[in-house]
């Protein structure tokens, strides 16, 4: 019978799919036992009881890996704890590569997964055959094989998941709908379901499809879309068994599998279809959408291609099931920003199964511990603004994120649909200028330029591509003359209060209690000690500054320096990203070029580093920081959204004769790698403490901050990581970040982001150099490096120090 709808609990999770259920089962184990899960219909009948079943270990990144193998880890042993059948089968998967390209992608997979702890193996065409019997592999170059991949019947996970939270107390109604979700002063504190009110403390969004629609009504971003994704059983098939590994051929779109004795085939295809429902039909539980035998005639001929003997099955079942997609094909996990005690998991893409038992585990840890155990950046909910809520946009960008699964994971890929979201007041002229951009945070910012003919459309490749020449005429530009660089896409914040300096001088490891006009460079850290942010800091008055951070960082350093004000402390944080465009003027010829249109004596005396004046621009007038992210002198300017145009013809036209040129994102990456730059979500993470990432420079030891008794222990205790800048002794090879490191022929870490260096003449990358022992100086030094690239290890020089810097003089004077 199913329990009393109880008035209150200490949780309430809406949804009782694989999401719900994992959250249900995490936070029962970790000892929160008053937790009620509320499903409108039937436990599983959304989205999780017709997945394909598929649990793959290894993720794009270390975090998403770790996240999914501990699914694996909790469902191959959920049958012994909780006693109900999960169909865990560890039947292993292969990845196979028609293509040269896909090759070379999967040979960078399996280096990486090494570091990863994915345990993979490449296998040639024979072997392949031997894994597989039924698929035609003499057109084929090789696959990964990884042996403890596996398959679930996901309905029963999410049964066993359930169980196991029903037997530490958790109560799961079925057949109750939320409809509203209700706030006070800032919290979450109730839900409304059709059965009456329940008080909540916490209240989690594991809703799926529907995930978005509650959100919008308790003002949370959840953007996300349904697309129909489409698999086939067939009859029983002469050599099919359950135990065949699941298949993958992301050449042809495809994934197979054994069904009994029969096979299933599904597809990725490279555009699919949304569900173009408004809104999700509540009663819509154990139901499908109708078959498309048109939209998959393709990935079926794909299939008997790969499959002979698909030629002439039959096929039993088509399932064409809704699954919910994000703009960027992560999951969404997290606490809604602006609403505190309010959580989500949803928007799995397709791999909610695989995900949703580590996903449920962090979750779970970052309610009880009130903050993130690990990092989770790339599937976190402050990654996405209200732009990203747009319906239109979803319907636009969703069916691209589908097949991205099985799409080349090109360096630098960009999305192709949903652009044009944000756009700077230069957008239109850099665009006449030959800008070809990419999208970070829904703005379009230029990469590069187009120079030589070359057209500003990115040829994709693992090796240099068609912008190489730009790009390097652009880096050096800004190395011998001056480049202006759009950087309007900066986050950027005005933070004010008679208890601003207490609250910043509490979340900053360096000192911002300075001088009026002072910029500081500094991160934020958790009780870790460990990167929740790093900003630039402007005193512009005694209880007023002017923060600046990067383009992805927008709403979540709005959410920790908002959440870390404390009640009775009288400070405000005010998001003016959209108010100010920010054009950097950078180069050694940067002080001649803006003397001649600036009233201010911008020599080195009056006008010093790290300091910030208002200045005329011309006829205009902006907010000139004296800093550089690319390691030439250089200011930036900040001008107010309207004069932004005028500032950028302004600069133009003065600098004709210094050789003034546009310069992109693509340049200022290689510029600051060469100069020893680190950048948040790349180098800097919540995982990353700064004493690793060599960044203890920047940490004010003398006064109390968040995280300083960690950073503290661990200065004493010694490091076990530290970042490194290499550079690659072959000049030809191309680095893009994720590629392994050996130190004396041994795996040591691997590359945080990577570029082509056109001042030091080859390759440059930054990785961490772990050793469980210890990590200094001289183990770093000591060793011999080398690089991975695509299964061939290249020579690389270390350096402590950046290795490009003959004008420190220059940036200082
Ligand atoms: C065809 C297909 C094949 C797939 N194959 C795989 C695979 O092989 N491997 C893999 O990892 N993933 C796969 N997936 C993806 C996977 O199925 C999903 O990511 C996962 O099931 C999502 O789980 P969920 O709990 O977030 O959503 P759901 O299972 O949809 O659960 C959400 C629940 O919330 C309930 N709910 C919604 N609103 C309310 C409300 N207001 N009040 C109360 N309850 C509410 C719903 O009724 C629903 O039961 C596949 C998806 C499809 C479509």
Redesign the pocket.
Known sequence: MAPPLPSAAKVVI?????????VAYHLTKFGWNDVVV???????????????????RLRTSNSLTKINKYSVELYSSLEKETGHPTGWKQVGSLIVAKSRDRMTQLQRTVAIAELMGVETHLLGPVETKQKWPLLRTNDILGAVWLPHDG?VI?QEV?AALTKGARSRGAKVCEG????DIEQCQGRVCSVV?AQGRIQAEYVVI??????R??GLRCGVTIPLYPV????VVTEPIPGAFDELP?GRDPDLCL?FRGEGNALML?AFQSFSKPWAVEP?P?D??FKLLEPDWEKFAQPLANGKHRIPALATAKFAKF??????FTPDNN?IIGEAPGLQNLFV????????????GGAGNYLAQWMIQGQQTVDLWSVDIRRFGPWANNRTFLRERVPEVLGLHYQMAWPNREFETGRGLRRSPLHDRLAAAGACFGARNGWERPNWFACDGIKPIVEYSFGRQNWFACHAAEHRATREDVAIFDQTAFSKYVFKGRDAVTVLQRLCGNNVDVPLGRAVYTGLFNNRGAFESDLTVIRVAPAEFYIVSGTSQTLRDLDWITRNIQPAEHAELVDVTNAYSVIGVMGPKSRSLLGRVADTDLSNSAFPFLTAQIISVGMATARAVRITYVGELGWELHVPMDQAALVYETLMAAGQDLSVRNAGHYAINSLRLEKGYRAWGAELSPDDSPLEAGLGFAIDWSKPFLGREALRKQQQGGLRRCLVVFVLEDPEPMLWGSEPIYRNSEPVGYTTSGAYGHSVGGAVAMGYVTNAQAVDRDFILSGRYEIGIAGRHYPAKAWLRPPYDPHRKRILA
């Not at 129909?228 to 698999?231: G, Q, T």
């Not at 399932?319 to 919910?324: A, Y």
Request: aromatic letters at 10%.
């Open positions: 809406i949804g009782g799919g694989i999401a719900g259920a994992s509320l499903e409108q219909n039937q436990l599983a009948g959304g989205t999780t009881w017709h997945a394909a079943g598929l649990v793959g398959k996901p999410a109750v709908r939320v409809l379901t594991a809703a799926g499809i529907w995930a629609e509650l129909e994704h489409h698999y699941v994934y599904g999700v509540d819509f539980s399932v064409n099931g809704p699954e919910s999951f998991l949803a928007g799995f893409n397709s791999v909610g199964i695989a995900s949703a």
